[in-house]
């Protein structure tokens, strides 16, 4: 449990990648109370230096034994990393905030998003996971549906963003579009196939049953938080050339018919969401826009008719905040708030 302080000592494991750099930047964006910050990366960029609230801070080499007199970890370095050194943060008496799948379905581990289920808090051993990017976003918008007309069953299908990924599949997608651009062959690194111009069925490896390991992520882990296995997910996951914010598409069938305005009005009075929604002047969530901000984007929502009690809608989060580092940060707050 973390014990209440005035400012805390905060790690940030894969501090040089993708979602730290974001961590580090929403710590400071937030003034979470942060006494001292030590930042962690692999031996490729120890020395490095980078900034927080104006002071250079040093990357260190993450080693078992760094973790002594660290209060909090936000651990974003892959999930081999994750499932090596998360275990001796904990020993260290270190609150560790995974964003791998290392530890997400693990029964002793809680699994959180701040505005669906804060109070699986209480519970933590030392970890805490940080769900998937896809997950978050969906369940901040199913929570409130399901609190006002219980849900039955999503269908969900993705369209992601390269930044989900890593830095390296971000140089990807520029180094790949500017290629297609020049006439020049394409070169392959990270994505099984091209993804300039591109839209690519496939985000992680498939499993026996023929999903991906993604689609399977969101369908355990929205049970898992949502803390009710009778809702049925099923979903389709979809690679595509855009470098920041998930959209998604949603169609939700409810035990009890709710009408689109009335969706509309239960989710603009939810936390973390904005209703961005007037077909009329063609304005609905485009990840551009979302880019950059804290909260879900819900748009398109009407009905579907092929069913009794069926809505559809559109909805996008920035990957990057909202599906990772800034709801690490929201945990992080929210057990200052606990202790
Ligand atoms: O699939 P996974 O395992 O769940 O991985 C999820 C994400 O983790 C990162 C990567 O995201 C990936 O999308 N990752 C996983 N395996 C990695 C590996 N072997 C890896 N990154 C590097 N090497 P990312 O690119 O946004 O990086 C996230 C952070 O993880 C840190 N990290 C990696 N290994 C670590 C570690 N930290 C501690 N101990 C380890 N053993 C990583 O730090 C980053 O902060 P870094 O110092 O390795 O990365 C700094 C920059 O170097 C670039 N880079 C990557 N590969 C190379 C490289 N530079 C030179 N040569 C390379 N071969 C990265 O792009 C990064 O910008
Ligand atoms: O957090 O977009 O489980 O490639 C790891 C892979 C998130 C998406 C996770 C990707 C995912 C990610």
């Known amino acids: 449990m973390l014990k209440k302080k005035n400012e805390y000592v905060v790690a940030v494991v894969g501090a040089t990648g993708a979602v730290g750099s974001e961590m580090i930047a929403t710590l400071e964006r937030r003034n979470f109370p942060v006494g001292k910050l030590r930042l962690f990366a692999s031996e490729r960029s120890e020395g490095k230096e980078l900034e927080f609230h104006g002071k250079a801070v040093k990357v260190e080499v993450l080693k078992e034994d760094v973790f002594a007199g660290i209060d909090i970890a936000l651990f974003s370095a892959g999930g081999e990393r994750s499932k090596t050194f998360a275990p001796h943060a904990a020993r260290a008496g270190c609150v560790v905030i995974d964003n791998s799948a290392q530890w997400r379905m693990d029964p002793e581990v809680p699994l959180v998003v701040p505005e669906v289920n804060p109070h699986d808090l209480k519970w933590h051993k030392g970890i805490i996971a940080n769900p998937n990017c896809s997950t978050i976003q969906m369940v901040v918008v199913l929570k409130p549906l399901h609190d006002a007309a219980k849900i039955k069953r999503v269908v969900v299908t993705t369209f992601q963003s390269v930044s989900g990924t890593g830095m390296k599949a971000m140089e990807e997608l520029a180094t790949q579009t500017a290629e ?108 551009i826009d979302v880019a ?43 057990l200052v708030e606990m202790a």
């Open 180 to 287: 297609v651009l020049n006439m020049k062959p394409v070169t392959l690194k990270v994505y099984p196939h091209q993804i300039a111009f591109n839209c690519l069925p496939q985000i992680d490896v498939f499993l026996p049953n023929g999903y991906t390991k993604e689609e399977m992520k969101m369908i355990n882990e929205t049970t898992k938080i949502m803390g009710d296995d009778t809702i049925r997910v099923t979903a389709t996951t979809v690679r595509v050339p855009v470098f920041r914010c998930h959209s998604e598409s949603l169609n939700i069938e409810t035990e009890k018919e709710i009408a689109p305005n009335e969706v509309r009005e239960v989710l603009a009075g939810a936390p973390g969401i904005v209703v961005f929604d007037a077909p009329e002047k063609s304005v609905y969530p485009l990840a």
């Open 292 to 334: 950059g901000k804290d909260d879900t984007y819900v748009g398109r929502i009407r009905k579907d008719e092929s069913i009794d009690c069926g809505i559809n809608m559109w909805i996008v989060a920035d990957n990057l905040l909202k599906g990772a580092a800034l709801n690490a940060v929201q945990i992080a707050e929210k």
